[in-house]
Nanobody, 114 residues
Framework: QVQLVESGGGLVQAGGSLRLSCAASGILFSVVAMAWYRQAPGKQRELVATITSLRSTNYADSVKGRFTISRDNAKNTVYLQMNSLKPEDTAVYYC????????WGQGTQVTVSS
């Protein structure tokens, strides 16, 4: 059974930082590309960042230079370091597999106050 469990969300002031974690189980994590998505109220879910098994990364233009995706294969965990947060980053953040069968976590809320 595949499980993706996000953590690390919360309330932060604009300009602050948060680090999200997503612990995976039930998959051969080291060979799977992973992604972070987010969904703000009333908006469609959008892709934030991806990381391949070889640690190649891509980012949405809106987060480039502020967010960093990384992975620790020994811990089966993918991270999203979010710096210089803005109110428009407020959303529920989800991790997912980005290769093979699609799996999603339950999401973690990030709220950035102005």
């Amino acid at each position: 059974q595949v499980q993706l469990v996000e953590s690390g969300g919360g309330l932060v002031q604009a300009g602050g930082s948060l680090r999200l974690s997503c612990a995976a189980s039930g998959i051969l994590f080291s060979v799977v590309a992973m992604a972070w998505y987010r969904q703000a109220p009333g908006k469609q879910r959008e892709l934030v960042a991806t990381i391949t098994s070889l640690r190649s990364t891509n980012y949405a233009d809106s987060v480039k230079g502020r967010f960093t995706i990384s992975r620790d294969n020994a811990k089966n965990t993918v991270y999203l370091q979010m710096n210089s947060l803005k109110p428009e980053d407020t959303a529920v953040y989800y991790c997912s597999t980005a290769s093979g069968s699609p799996y999603w976590g339950q999401g973690t809320q990030v709220t950035v106050s102005s």
